[in-house]
């Protein structure tokens, strides 16, 4: 036994054990339905498969069109070594999102309904568009990696012509479904605890999924360089820090100041779980990584960096969670706790994250950022050599 934990690794076992009993619960879930594998209810519907699954998804994700405008978009060309890993994490979340989201719906075969019955004044349906077009764009983002595999110079190409379109398309629909992720919670004002509800939710949901998508740039690099034995781009990194701790300042302005204007600062002192909750969410996610990030010492330092990201991503979690579970356990008169049927099933979705991740970077040029070389290239080289052999020859006549 101990030889082969020795040969196949540690966290391989763990894994394997994940899959084994996240596929055993997706039998339970498709075969006996949600009442049997999951602690979901009428007064209770949205539990950890909305709350994690599809609203930490989709804000962790957030890094791939974060990137790709400053880019492409912005042309700081020197973020291009962190763009390819960056894009496959996003796209990788999308796809893991629409699985997750498959596991939730009550009738999954009808996921395709969306593409034929339009329902435009519903938040679901531009929701659904949304990741269905960008998670598309993504594919065609990323789709350079794979064709360089393959030696597919002239697709390669025409993918690059229409890939400043795809990006600023990629940006304008991830505005848009970020944005309206917090959207969903706007029908609840009175069932929703006052510290997480505002008519800005959807603002909050952009700014903090922004935050959170520089978070995972940090951390999917910090993972990436210890697992394929490369190096870190500290400098890279560094900037995107600087980004992320702007945005954390913006979005705790932006909350302070909502709070007033509702007169709500109050609740931040009644002693309440809620309040334990939402404070702990503020520590760990805004207050201290602001603090962390804010010291340049702190940003050109691996660990520091990783400290922040992590410290990031996790406050990220508790805030969708708390606006998708907390914050309506008072209205519900319930306490939520999802069955491990539905906490094993999400915890095999994100290992199959890491394992896809691993396989694509190990397997693919997802690392590398080389440029398509001409095919007339080697024409180019040799017509260069008569031509500077003839000047010489002139020269050389010149001088006779």
């Known amino acids: ?34 009442g049997a594998a999951t602690n979901l209810t009428d007064q209770f519907p949205w539990g950890i498969w909305i709350g994690f699954d599809v609203l930490c998804g989709v804000g962790l994700a957030a890094g791939g069109f974060t990137l790709a405008a400053i880019v492409y978009i912005f042309n700081l060309k020197r973020f291009e070594p962190i763009i390819r890993p960056t894009i496959l994490t996003a796209f990788l979340g999308y796809v893991l999102v629409i699985v997750g989201l498959m596991f939730d719906l009550g009738r999954p075969l009808q996921i395709w309904h969306a593409i034929i019955m339009w329902n435009p004044r519903s938040v679901m349906f531009e929701v659904a568009w949304c990741v269905m077009l960008y998670t598309t764009v993504l594919a065609l983002e990323f789709s350079p990696v794979i064709l360089e595999k393959f030696h597919l110079t002239k697709t390669i190409k025409l993918v690059k012509r229409i890939s400043i379109p795809l990006i600023i398309l990629g940006v304008l629909l991830s505005t848009l ?9 706007l029908i609840v004002p009175d069932k929703m605890y006052p510290l997480w509800y505002s008519a800005y939710m959807p603002v909050f949901f952009y700014t903090s999924a922004i935050a959170a998508g520089c978070a995972m740039i940090i951390f999917e690099s910090f993972l990436s360089s210890r697992a394929f034995k490369r190096g870190l781009e500290l400098n890279l990194l560094s ?9 954390l300042g913006v979005y705790a302005v932006m909350k302070v100041v909502d709070l007033s204007d509702r007169k709500m600062l109050s609740l931040l002192i009644v002693p309440k779980f809620e309040t334990y909750m939402y404070w702990l969410e503020v520590a760990i996610g805004v207050i201290v990584p602001f603090v962390l990030f804010s010291q340049r010492k ?44 539905e906490f094993t099933i999400t915890m095999m979705i994100v290992t199959t994250g890491f394992i896809a991740f691993y396989s694509i970077a190990k397997y693919f040029p997802v690392f590398t950022h080389e ?30």
């Open 371 to 400: 440029e398509l070389r001409d095919e007339n290239a080697p024409a180019h080289a040799a017509a260069a050599w008569k031509h500077d052999i003839e000047s010489v020859s002139r020269m050389a006549e010149a001088r006779n």
């Open 239 to 247: 900037e995107i820090a600087r980004v992320c701790v702007m945005m």
């Open 177 to 185: 479904h970020q944005s309206s992720l917090g959207s969903l919670y």
């Open 298 to 341: 702190i940003r050109q330092s691996p660990s520091g960096l990783f400290a922040g990201a992590v410290l990031v991503v996790v406050g990220f979690i508790m805030n969708r969670m708390n606006i998708a579970i907390t914050g309506m356990e008072g209205w519900s008169g319930s306490t939520y706790v999802p069955s491990l049927t």
């Open 1 to 34: 036994m101990k030889k082969f934990l020795t040969t196949f690794g540690f966290w391989k076992v763990i894994a394997v054990a994940i899959m084994l009993a996240g596929i055993y619960s997706t039998y339970i879930r498709f075969f006996h339905g949600l």
